[in-house]
């Protein structure tokens, strides 16, 4: 009896459904549930060419990384979690366990949660109940703030003090339903090294890292009620000193100290036998009291009425911690540098990696320009609608019986930052466009003219058509300048803290350098006034491009490549970033793999990001398993983007792993007109050699797209261009079926694996 096999299809970004995956219009779900599901077509509907022992099926895991709305709106809002937490995943491979790297990710993503609650405390406490609510002419017809001015001002402090709460809740919230849709699904025993210390893609529990999350969103939040808690104390001492704001104050104090050595703390304790260490959660619960205990202390001590109001200005405090957190993220970036720059001296792929092993520190001063260009946008458009239209700024006099609304200089120097860093980064791309365009067509016109010789003259247009995509193609390959400037202006930028220290602002500055109060310095006031409008059109753009990406397939697809990249690796440094679907995935793909190559074979065949998840997937996989695997990538970015980006989790030694273990059954397809995917191995072409030697130059199989610049004589117009998608439609997909089929090692028994129609 011959065994059966199954050709298991992965979709990736494009998130296809059942139907379109399977090219069938009935599917039946046969495992898993509507988040991430198993599909076959029904039986007894439709007529297939196959044979009955070769079956396909379809892994849809779209629905984990959410829908459209959600996706947006967590782009916009968690993007700077997100961002952080991929900085330490990008790191270069040293086959150490990362070093400094990963404390100082970690320190950095706390300093990010201590941002995002001191927005709302500048928002809440300082513009609304410091500012303007003792300030008549900003409670003028506005009865939803008016009530705030018959309570004293500690009390009113105190109410105002439970919005940071509350939004700090709701991310909390948020990760802990995600997690429970989502992560702690355990992981299938998989093959490890009980030798190397990196942390390694293949060991045990890799995919389960819940608890790890459990510990770091107790930490995060300890440290959002420990900046509230200092921020409102603060105050306090300054209107009314008590020995009793002291002691609560130096408790906070306490209370951050103490997250940040259980934040340099390893999270796992050293392992027993293989796979990884236990999660430590020694001195969580005692956080979590303590936390809570002091954050309930001082809301009733700010409760208590105090003395008669003191003149206003500023929230006493608030300003120089908003300067004080620059510049520790400041000083975490340039150690985040060096600790990048000394490993990379002793990695063997910095000189192959994308950003020559700088993706780390770029993507963290990523997540901090995102993080303070969103909190000062937040701050000055609640300023801008309570002063009547006016942005505060010390180069204008206020109007009168304009309300004296004045937000930290930080923000001011964030603001002026965020506009040049946007100017000069779009100035980059463009050169950097029009500089390769030249390089890129040429190299373009030699693809297509060996793909399409000789075409007739009404054919030469479309031949100018697949010349321009296969350009396009290929300028994310030369792009990386563009980062390294963003990275530098980043540095640029938080170099100006010593200048936040002192309360000098970009008009206060330009006032000094010129020694009048002119038109350098007005000028430099319209420039600030322009950054906070940029920063907003740019949080604007980011909810417009998430909305429309859906109705493009070329934006859903760029959109979805950073989205899926971001939300691939597991949440190690930042508990509010966005879940981790492959905590799912990958131990839902192992077991369902398992259990299928216990009664005949498997085909893994992944497109896209989902050839991302098939090999995560075969790294996890029992050894007695794997003789019976293949696996059929196609348009895939392993190498084009993990490899380069992520080379210490899938760069080329990992790529290598995973051919080795399954014993070089892999297809690769690939296409130049491919934005996304590409070789894995070795990039050659018809007629070339392949570049690299043995069975991983047999891997990579190129594909001509599109298959004629001509109007075939049974059809209306020339063959599409596919690009990206679809794959499965092709011929040479088939092909590639086939041949794997008949070299699945199924032999045991008496069996032998069936053939597909054509196959030899």
């Known amino acids: 009896m011959a065994h059966e096999v199954v050709e298991l299809r992965i979709h990736g970004v494009s998130g296809a459904s059942a139907e379109a995956l399977l090219d069938h219009p009935v599917v039946i779900r046969v495992a898993g549930d509507d988040n991430a599901g198993f599909y076959r077509p029904r039986p007894g509907f439709g007529i297939s060419d196959r044979p009955q022992a070769l079956r396909v099926e379809a892994y849809r895991w779209g629905a984990l990384t959410a829908g459209g709305a959600v996706r947006t709106l967590s782009l916009l809002f968690l993007l700077p979690f997100m961002l952080v937490n991929l900085a330490v995943w990008t790191r270069p491979a040293t086959g150490g366990a990362g070093g400094l790297v990963g404390p100082i990710c970690r320190l950095l993503a706390a300093t990010l949660t201590a941002a995002f609650v001191l927005s709302f405390v500048g928002v809440t406490i300082d513009i609304i109940g410091w500012q303007c609510v003792p300030y008549q002419p900003c409670l003028a017809g506005r009865g939803y703030l008016s009530w705030l001015s018959d309570l004293p001002l500690g009390p009113r402090l105190a109410l105002l003090a ?20 989502f992560e702690a699904f355990p992981a299938a025993h998989g093959q490890d090294r009980t030798s190397g210390g990196e942390d390694r893609v293949d060991t045990p529990g890799f995919w389960n890292d819940a608890l790890v999350v459990h510990r770091l969103r107790a930490i995060h939040v300890a440290v959002g009620l420990g900046v509230l808690d200092a921020s409102l104390l603060g105050t306090l001492i300054y209107v009314y000193p008590t020995p009793v704001a002291y002691l609560l104050f130096g408790a906070a104090w306490v209370l951050l100290a103490a997250c940040a050595v259980l934040l340099c703390w390893p999270a796992r304790t050293a392992p027993d036998g293989p796979g990884r260490g236990p999660v430590d959660l020694r001195g969580i619960r005692p956080l979590r009291v303590a936390a809570t205990v002091v954050t309930l202390l001082t809301l009733a001590y700010s409760a208590v009425p105090l003395e008669p109001e003191p003149p206003h200005g500023q929230l006493p405090g608030y300003q120089g911690a908003v300067a004080g957190l620059v510049a520790v993220q400041a000083a975490l970036l340039v150690a985040l540098v060096g600790a990048v720059l000394h490993q990379r001296r002793r990695s063997p792929t910095a000189g192959t990696s994308w950003l020559g092993g700088l993706a780390a520190p770029i993507f963290a001063a990523m997540a901090v320009a995102a993080s303070y260009g969103f909190a000062a946008a937040l701050v000055y458009r609640i300023a801008d609608l309570l002063d009547r239209g006016e942005i505060p700024n010390p180069a204008r006099p206020d109007h009168p019986g304009a309300p004296p609304l004045e937000p930290p200089v930080s923000y001011r120097w964030a603001a002026l930052a965020g506009l040049v860093t946007v100017l ?31 075409p007739p003259p009404e054919a030469l247009s479309r031949r100018v058509d697949v010349r321009e995509i296969v350009a396009r193609a290929a300028i994310a390959e030369h792009l990386g300048p563009v980062f390294t400037v963003f990275l530098v202006l980043s540095v640029l930028g938080v170099a100006t803290v010593a200048l936040d220290l002192i309360g000098i602002g970009p008009s206060e500055l330009a006032r000094r350098l010129t020694g009048s109060d002119g038109t350098t310095t007005t000028r430099v006031a319209l420039l600030t006034d322009v950054g906070m409008y940029v920063i907003g059109l740019v949080a604007l753009g980011i909810i417009v491009l998430g909305l429309f990406s859906y109705r493009s397939d070329e934006t859903r697809r760029t959109v979805a490549v950073i989205w899926d990249l971001g939300t691939f690796w597991p949440r190690t440094v ?51 398993v794997l003789p019976r695997v293949a696996l059929l990538t196609h348009g895939s970015p392993l190498h084009r983007v993990y490899a380069r980006l992520c080379p210490a989790f899938f760069g080329d ?4 792993e995973v051919g080795e273990r399954i014993g070089w059954r892999w297809v690769n397809l690939w296409r130049d007109t491919d934005s996304v995917g590409g070789p894995l191995f070795s990039p050659h072409r018809p007629g070339e050699s392949p570049r690299v030697g043995g069975p991983a130059g047999t891997v990579d199989r190129r594909l001509v797209d599109p298959r004629g610049i001509t109007v075939p004589p049974d059809d209306t117009v020339p063959p599409p261009i596919n690009r990206h998608w679809p794959y499965h439609t092709d011929e040479a997909y088939e092909a ?25």
């Open 574 to 624: 930042h508990p509010f970033a966005p879940p981790c679907y492959a905590e799912r995935a990958v131990p839902e793909l192992a077991k369902r793999i398992t259990a299928l190559a216990r009664r005949g074979g498997v085909i893994l065949s992944g497109h896209s990001h989902g050839s991302v998840l098939a090999a995560a997937t075969l790294l996890q996989l029992p050894a007695e």
């Open 162 to 181: 439970l919005v940071p709460v509350a939004a700090l809740r709701l991310l909390w919230w948020l990760g802990e339903r995600s997690a429970r849709a």
């Open 653 to 656: 030694p990992t790529l290598h």
């Open 424 to 454: 000069v980064v779009a100035a980059t791309v463009l050169w950097r466009i029009a500089v390769t365009r030249r390089r890129r067509r040429r190299m373009a016109e030699g693809i297509v003219r060996r793909d399409f010789p000789d």
């Open 736 to 760: 590639a079926v086939r041949e794997l089929v008949g070299r699945l090692e199924l032999t045991t028994g008496g069996g032998r694996a069936p053939t597909a129609p054509g196959g030899a």
